[in-house]
């Protein structure tokens, strides 16, 4: 169906950017730059520089970037990794992969991984902490390196929800070993297709995945160093990101100030708990803007019937997939987020009538509510 209110609206998106889109994808079609050109190579330079941190290894998905990072970190079969279940499944898959075994936590109010929890699930075997920084918002990341330098663990952060989102200052992905991106369509930074990269300090792990993306294979030496995967950004797709990578910092703006609008409509509303958190050390970027409510699914179908488009992440928690193999944790937190959270509309397409169509219609829907 056509939505009056869109979750995203990529036509416009892409409206709005043709020149340079298309400027970009002809240079790489004119020349031949099709894999592995200058444009790859310029965009990880920006995009590294953009983070704060030395190097960015660009790969085809974020998944990839998860994997690679673990196995850098030394991630390997025997080991645990400490994550959350409040994710997307990639997350968890990348820890599996590498043949290890995924330790599940709860998360706090702000839906991050709660730092309370970190050390009763530390064990012997425990060889890294993978911190979910959701829906725009960095978790808490001096207290989680605290706890990895006391415990000798790596740090590997899912940053795919949170490209310049900060906690005291520093950028999400720049803190840990290395920090993972995606670039799947709806993130704040969207390629045409899937996409993602790994950002870090050590050059030893910069240099296994740019080895790893490639089949295990040393560009300048044809040296093959390892059995890796076919996992390079397309070099395409690096030269749109590299345009877009330039308007990111006005995007984050437009979604902070339409978040503060969602903010100021609904805040009225009881039964609606809004994503505002505390921001002393945080500078959130609303790549998402989750509301709670214990109607959500009625308030998700009201919304549809008067053709605002909304996403739910996720209804159904991970454990209960069956063909996943993991074993129930003791997460009421997450529990209860999948079955409240609502995203709405939210992005650089995003207007100040979308915003007041929807506030109307919440507010319409809660005010008929007994």
Request: proline content about 5%.
């Amino acid at each position: 169906m056509a939505y009056k209110v869109p979750f995203i609206d990529p036509r416009s998106h892409y409206a709005k950017l043709k020149p340079e889109i298309d400027s970009a994808i002809t240079g790489c079609l004119a020349n031949g730059d099709l894999v592995n050109r200058h444009q790859l190579k310029d965009f990880e330079q920006h995009l590294a520089e953009f983070v704060g941190v030395k190097y960015a290894v660009g790969v085809n998905s974020g998944y990839h970037a998860l994997l690679f990072a673990l196995l850098g970190a030394g991630v390997g079969p025997g080991h645990e990794v400490i994550t959350v279940a409040h994710t997307f499944v990639a997350t968890v898959s990348a820890i599996v992969h590498c043949g290890a075994h995924p330790v599940l936590i709860d998360v706090g109010p702000d839906h991050n991984m709660d730092a309370d929890l970190i050390e009763r699930a530390i064990t012997p075997k425990t060889k890294a902490l993978l911190p979910v920084h959701l829906n725009g918002r960095v978790c808490e990341m001096d207290r989680m390196l605290a706890i990895a330098d006391r415990h000798g663990l790596a740090v590997v952060e899912d940053a795919a929800q949170a490209l310049g989102a900060t906690y005291d200052g520093r950028r999400a992905g720049s803190q840990g070993l290395a920090g993972c991106f995606s670039f799947y369509p709806f993130k704040v930074l969207g390629g045409f297709g899937d996409g993602g990269a790994i950002t870090t300090n050590d050059p030893d792990l910069a240099r296994m995945a740019t080895r790893s993306r490639y089949n295990g294979e040393d560009r300048e030496t044809g040296e093959y160093h390892c059995h890796g995967q076919t996992a390079l950004l397309d070099n395409v797709q690096a030269a749109v990101l590299d345009v877009k990578l330039r308007h990111l910092p006005a995007w984050i703006a437009h979604r902070r100030r339409i978040s503060e609008l969602y903010r100021q409509g609904l805040s009225g509303i009881r039964e609606l708990r809004l994503p505002h958190f505390d921001q002393t050390r945080h500078h959130d970027i609303y790549q998402n803007y989750v509301i709670r409510t214990d109607v959500r699914d009625r308030l998700r179908a009201y919304l549809k019937e008067q053709g605002i488009e909304t996403l739910v992440h996720w209804a159904k928690p991970m454990w209960e997939h069956r063909g996943l193999g993991l074993v129930t944790p003791s997460v009421p937190e997450t529990a209860a987020l999948c079955r409240e959270v609502l995203s709405l509309p939210m992005s650089a397409e995003t207007t100040d009538d979308h915003v007041a169509i929807t506030v109307a219609c919440l507010q319409s829907f809660f005010s008929t509510r007994p």
